[in-house]
């Protein structure tokens, strides 16, 4: 059975950092696809970040420079590190294994909340 456990969100200020983690079991992080999701309250679901299971890396423009995703394989966890943090990156934050073309496992999120 596949798990996905996300923690590390919070209430940071503008310009801060957080770090989000997604604990993994039933799987092996560093063997296929996975990323991280965000949904804001009205807005719908975006990627924020992928890593294949080659190691290639890929973000989109909004936190291009800004975050960073990387696996531990010792630890089987997705990292997150989110610098810079802005008031539109306030979300709940998701990681999400690929599986047939496909993001099949989810975790339950984290809230990350950037005030100014």
């Known amino acids: 059975q596949v798990q996905l456990a996300e923690s590390g969100g919070g209430s940071v200020q503008v310009g801060g950092s957080l770090r989000l983690a997604c604990a993994a079991s039933?799987?092996?992080?560093?063997?296929?696809?996975m990323g991280w999701f965000r949904q804001a309250p009205g807005r719908e679901r975006e990627g924020v970040a992928e890593?294949?299971?080659?190691?290639?890396?890929s973000y989109p423009e909004s936190v291009k420079g800004r975050f960073t995703i990387s696996k531990d394989n010792a630890m089987n966890t997705l990292y997150l590190q989110m610098m810079s943090l802005k008031p539109e990156d306030t979300a709940m934050y998701y990681c999400?294994?690929?599986?047939?073309?496909?993001?099949?496992?989810w975790g339950q999120g984290t809230q990350v909340t950037v005030s100014s």
């Open positions: 999400a294994a690929l599986k047939i073309g496909a993001y099949r496992y």
């Open positions: 039933g799987l092996t992080v560093t063997r296929i696809d």
């Open positions: 890593i294949d299971g080659w190691g290639k890396i």
